[in-house]
């Protein structure tokens, strides 16, 4: 990872027994609805993934095609989000099985290939399969299979079972049937990870041609504890901060100075490096200060959730 920016990340884990501890209320005001009124068109999400939409596969997975920024910073957040998380990754022993639900275009599969001796993923979008397989066609032992989540997952036990940014795009109901699922599916002593983005309070319904329910990490808490028995711990992804203040600046500009072209890589570019230039400041230490002031800028942000069952 050298060359990446940045001191070692802040690894503080918040550790939370939810066998034990008292439910959280509904917390804060939501932008549209609250989570009981949450409807995901599921037809709409396939939809969206199914086109490029002027980038690639692989930066629709990551949703970092629509504001002109280089290649290098999907990466970027990518090696900041292993980082963030490499202690837990480093937890699964090398002969272990791991499960990538939803695994799009095949990034984060194509890493485990490279740990762990099986990788199965699953993918329900034309689009992101097709570049799954092709990404990981010379790997042999990873295997990519086509289905709904919801329905489809695939039989046997796992040592790891990871969900990147899957959660949004389905409703309360669906989550809570999904962890039910994986949860027999892990062996003893695997782990659920999960990548979420997150909002401040409460939760937010995007709708439209792009839906997508933002939960708040409290709203997440409850969905887990409605599973039960799970030990959680929780990250901060500053990686996915990262490339959100950019893409902020980005929206700033649009809006601001209209009379400069809406998409151009090369504002894009300079955007991002002049970002990547003041790093220090602006991809380290104002997220931390913003984070110990309980400032939510960018209103968007995102954690990884690590589930163990408590024996």
């Given at each position: 990872m050298a060359g990446y920016c940045g001191?070692?990340?802040?690894?503080?884990?918040?550790?939370?027994n939810l066998e034990k501890r008292e439910r959280y209320m509904t917390d804060g005001h939501s932008m549209n609805h609250d989570s009981t009124e949450q409807q995901?068109?599921?037809?709409?999400?396939?939809?969206?993934?199914?086109?490029?939409?002027?980038?690639?596969a692989s930066t629709v997975s990551m949703m970092a095609h629509e504001h002109n920024l280089p290649a290098c910073a999907a990466e970027y957040r990518l090696h900041k989000e292993i980082r963030t998380i490499s202690d837990w990754l480093d937890s699964v022993?090398?002969?272990?099985?791991?499960?990538?639900?939803?695994c799009g275009a095949g990034t984060w599969t194509e890493i485990f290939?490279?740990?762990?001796?099986?990788v199965t993923g699953i993918e329900q979008s034309s689009l992101m399969l097709k570049a799954a397989r092709e990404r990981v066609a010379h790997i042999p032992n990873v295997k990519i299979l086509e289905g709904d989540c919801r329905h489809d997952l695939p039989e046997g036990s796992f040592d790891m079972i990871f969900l990147g940014g899957l959660c949004m795009y389905l409703n309360d109901?669906?989550?809570?049937?999904l962890l039910r699922s994986l949860k027999n599916r892990l062996i003893e002593g695997g782990a659920i990870i999960l990548r979420e983005s997150t909002v401040h309070q409460g939760v937010s319904l995007s709708q439209g041609e792009y839906q997508a329910v933002y939960r708040s990490v409290n709203r997440y808490c409850q969905l887990f504890d409605s599973v039960g028995l799970f030990r959680m711990e929780v990250r901060?992804?500053?990686?996915?901060?990262?490339?959100?203040t950019a893409e902020e600046l980005v929206n700033l500009r649009r809006r601001?100075?209209?009379f400069l072209p809406r998409n151009s890589t090369t504002l894009g570019s300079l955007t991002w490096w002049a970002l990547r230039l003041t790093a220090p400041i602006n991809f380290w230490a104002l997220p931390q200060i913003l984070s110990q002031l309980n400032i939510p800028w960018p209103g968007l942000q995102n954690h990884f959730f690590r589930l163990r069952i408590v024996k």
């Open positions: 001191a070692d990340f802040n690894k503080i884990t918040t550790i939370i995901i068109d599921d037809a709409a999400v396939k939809r969206y993934f199914d086109s490029t939409r002027g980038g690639t022993c090398d002969s272990g099985r791991v499960l990538d639900v939803g290939a490279g740990r762990y001796k099986t109901i669906d989550v809570i049937a901060r992804n500053y990686g996915y901060t990262n490339l959100v601001w100075l209209p």
